[in-house]
C-alpha cells in the first residue's frame, strides 16, 4: 500500500497550493481519506475528511479556505488551500481509514509553507 503526496511548497500568504495523495494498492472506494497537519512544536491536526461517499467536514480553522476533494477513477485525494496564511505551514500527510476501521494507512507527508 502507498499514500504518496505532491503540491507542497512554499507560498506568500494569500496564495494558493493544491496537494495531491496519490493511492495503490487498496480498494480506494472502501476508504475514507484524511488530511492532516503538523506544524513544529503542535500536535497533530485534522484538517479536513472525506467520506467514501463523497462527505466532507473541516477543522474549524480552515473553514472557508480549504476544500478536499476525491477523484475514485484515479485513486486520488485533493486539499485545495486557498487564502493560505503562515499559521497554515505546516507537513500535510494523507490518511486512508477503510470504512470498517479495520485498516489505516499514511503517506509520507508533504512541506508546506507559507511566508512573505
Known amino acids: 500500500v502507498q499514500l504518496v503526496e505532491s503540491g507542497g511548497g512554499s507560498v506568500q500568504p494569500g496564495g494558493s497550493l493544491r496537494l495531491s495523495c496519490a493511492a495503490s494498492?487498496?480498494?480506494?472506494?472502501?476508504?475514507?481519506m484524511d488530511w492532516y497537519r503538523q506544524a513544529p512544536g503542535k500536535q497533530r491536526e485534522l484538517v479536513a475528511t472525506i467520506t467514501s461517499g463523497g462527505t466532507t467536514n473541516y477543522a474549524d480553522s480552515v473553514k472557508g479556505r480549504f476544500t478536499i476533494s476525491r477523484d475514485n477513477t484515479k485513486n486520488t485525494v485533493y486539499l485545495q488551500m486557498n487564502s493560505l496564511k503562515p499559521e497554515d505551514t505546516a507537513v500535510y500527510t494523507c490518511?486512508?481509514?477503510?470504512?470498517?476501521?479495520?485498516?489505516?494507512?499514511w503517506g509520507q507527508g508533504t512541506q508546506v509553507t507559507v511566508s512573505s
Open positions: 494498492g487498496i480498494i480506494f472506494t472502501n476508504y475514507n
Open positions: 490518511h486512508a481509514v477503510r470504512v470498517d476501521a479495520l485498516y489505516t494507512y
